[in-house]
Structure formats: C-alpha cells, structure tokens
C-alpha cells in the first residue's frame, strides 16, 4: 500500500509560501544548486517554452538537476502542439484501407501528452494551484518592526 494522503510539496515552495503548516522544516534539505541547462536538442517551440518558464518563476525555484524533468516538460509541450497540428490537418477521424471510419492517433498522442504536461506541470509547481500559494518573500533582511506601524503622515525621526 502507497503513502496516503496528497503528495509533499518541495521544502522550497513550502519556505516561499512562509510554512502555513507551520511544521518544522527540515534544514538538511540540499539546496537546489546551479540554473537549469536547457539541451541542445530541443527545438526551436520547446526552447520557447523552456524560456517562458525560467523567465516567470522565482530565480532560484530550478537548479541543475531540474533540467530533466523541465525538458521533460518542454518536449511534452512540443508534442502535444505537434499532434494538435496534425489532428487540424488530418481531422479527428481517418479512414482505414478497408474504408472504415477509425480515431486518428494523433488524438491518443495529444491526450497523453495532455496528461503528462499536467502531472509534470504540477511537479515543477506551474498549474495554478501552485503558482496561488506562492509568495516571494524579499532577498534582504527585514526589520522585526517593519510594517508594525503604519500611519499615513505620522512624524519620521
């Protein structure tokens, strides 16, 4: 039997999010090192992809050793916009060589790579589930009695 209950989200998102379970968090965890390296063999779409999600999530969210499952993604990405262009060439259904009427495959492929785009999206914390429990708390160090007071026009020192 499996482990229950919804799968753990990356100490990383738990931290942006400020730890709303407030459970202790495990400082041992290794930190994500390095950017992400986007592979050579990816085309030119799946290159787009792979910017437009480096460039709208927070810097340090991907290190080096996420560079597999965000190629993962971005080649999922490439196929499922491949097939949907086939199916709008192609159509839906395709006639065999017997005349039948029979579902272009194309559709098998773009329902698959719909499923593995959503599962990876979520693991990679892009669906917008994630994205709304993310806040990105500032880099520097904020005073304890910041934001303690907050009167319009009061007297500065």
Not at 40 to 52: F, I, M, P, S
Request: with cysteine.
């Amino acid at each position: 039997m499996g482990v229950r209950g919804p799968a753990p989200r990356p100490q990383v998102l738990s931290a942006m999010d400020g730890n709303p379970g407030r459970r202790p968090l495990n400082p041992d965890v290794p930190a994500s090192l390095g950017a992400p390296i986007c592979p050579a063999h990816l085309g030119d779409y799946e290159r787009e992809v792979w910017q437009r999600i480096t460039d709208s999530m927070p810097s340090k969210l991907y290190g080096a050793a996420d560079s597999g499952i965000l190629t993962a993604y971005c080649v999922a990405v490439g196929l499922h916009r491949k097939s949907y262009m086939e199916i709008q060439v192609c159509g839906e259904v395709v006639t065999g060589e017997g005349g039948a009427p029979y579902q272009s495959p194309w559709i098998s492929i773009l329902n698959r790579q719909a499923a593995l785009i959503a599962t990876l999206g979520t693991r990679l914390g892009l669906d917008p589930a994630a994205r709304n429990s993310l806040s990105v708390k500032p880099d520097g160090p904020v005073s304890k009695f910041a934001g303690l007071v907050g009167i319009k026009g009061g007297r500065t020192a």
